[in-house]
Nanobody, 124 residues
Framework: QVHLVDSGGGLVQSGGSLRLSCVAS????????MGWYRQAPGKQRELVAT???????NYADSVKGRFTISRDNAKNTVYLQMNMLKPEDTAVYYC??????????????????WGQGTQVTVSS
């Protein structure tokens, strides 16, 4: 089990910045990647950015050049620095950890864990 607590959302004007944080606890040794997803009202949850254990990052086209994901492995924390925010970035942002799952030594596959979500609202 992995427990995620995300924070840092808020209300900001268009062009402003926010920094989201997510702290992982529990069985963090099997985490293979961490990232951020978002869900706007009436829309499906979508990937924002991910960071694998190998240091490979992946961004949605809509946030490239504006958002930066980073990890502090010593603190089991992932961050999302969001600059040049736009009204269309308004959503609930969820931290994600993808974990290799094992039971009694048997590999079960990958499991996704989610934070509780933090609201980001960008006013025009």
């Amino acid at each position: 089990q992995v427990h995620l607590v995300d924070s840092g959302g808020g209300l900001v004007q268009s062009g402003g910045s926010l920094r989201l944080s997510c702290v992982a606890s529990g069985n963090t040794v099997n985490i293979m990647s961490m990232g951020w997803y978002r869900q706007a009202p009436g829309k499906q949850r979508e990937l924002v950015a991910t960071d694998s254990n190998g240091g490979n990052t992946n961004y949605a086209d809509s946030v490239k050049g504006r958002f930066t994901i980073s990890r502090d492995n010593a603190k089991n924390t992932v961050y999302l620095q969001m600059n040049m925010l736009k009204p269309e970035d308004t959503a609930v942002y969820y931290c994600n950890a993808r974990v290799h799952a094992y039971h009694l030594g048997t590999y079960l596959g990958q499991i996704d864990y989610w934070g509780q979500g933090t609201q980001v609202t960008v006013s025009s």
